[in-house]
């Protein structure tokens, strides 16, 4: 299946498994996102913010000095435990050959802790950075992080069983949207893609398409 497909193969799951109030309450946040008038992300032609962040390994990987290599894509996921993210990660997968082929790596970052932010398949099968954001510190600088309402709030951790504040190891109720910046080897941004609807995600073709305007 596309990764389109089995996006909405994980939305129809989603609207038969989840209770109807969590639905709603979800529904209602995504609408409110996109009724904000707020503008998510970063800029195309905007300087890309240097960072430090820290893989499931313990190591410490440098933005600037990863541009040095060549072009990075960036991609902020909300977790490990969100289905849309784990499609979307393992379809980035596929094309790893591809994005390579373009000189590119793919950095993937996530406000869980380097603990959570992989199950022990993940860590075995994907072949790119991921990297917890502790706080949602970048993702912040980055224009992708939020706040979760109190109504959110307590449809996570009371309806649905997900206290992300344990999963990320803070006292924040926070996460980014879902977000994705293509930055060339001088820091700047060439191309971001933003979409408040977590359940929606750029194709991993039109990744490509992107990364060959470089």
Same mark, same amino acid.
């Given at each position: 299946?596309? !990764? ?8 129809? *799951? ?5 209770? #109807?109030?969590?639905?709603? =309450?979800? &529904? ?5 996102? =996109?009724?904000? *008038?707020?503008?998510?992300?970063? /800029? ?24 040095? /290599? ?5 991609? &902020? ?40 932010? @992989? ?9 790119? =950075? #991921? ?5 949602? @510190? #970048? ?29 990320? /190891? ?31 995600? !750029? ?6 398409? =992107?990364?060959?305007?470089?």
């Amino acid at each position: 299946m596309s !990764m389109k497909e089995q996006l909405e193969q994980a939305k129809s *799951g989603f609207i038969a498994r989840v209770p #109807v109030e969590a639905q709603s =309450q979800i &529904f209602r946040h995504i609408a409110e996102q =996109q009724q904000s *008038g707020r503008v998510y992300g970063l /800029k195309v032609g905007d300087i890309a913010p240097n960072f430090v962040l820290t893989n499931p390994l313990g190591e410490q990987i440098t933005l600037y000095d990863e541009l040095i /290599k060549g072009p990075v894509i960036l991609t &902020f996921y909300r977790g490990s435990w969100c289905p849309y993210c784990n499609i979307q990660l393992r379809a980035y997968q596929e094309i790893m050959p591809k994005i390579h082929e373009y000189g590119a790596q793919l950095l993937a970052i996530t406000p869980q802790s380097p603990d959570n932010s @992989l199950t022990q398949k993940e860590k075995e099968q994907l072949t790119f =950075q #991921v990297l917890s954001d502790p706080h949602g @510190l #970048v993702a912040e600088r980055y224009h992708l992080l939020f706040e979760m309402p109190d109504y959110l709030q307590h449809t996570f951790k009371h309806i649905l069983g997900r206290d992300l504040t344990a999963f990320n /190891k803070t006292d924040r109720w926070i996460l980014p949207i879902p977000g994705i910046y293509l930055l060339d080897r001088e820091r700047v941004v060439r191309f971001t893609h933003a979409n408040p609807d977590f359940m929606t995600r !750029m194709e991993p073709q039109d990744l490509i398409t =992107q990364l060959k305007k470089l």
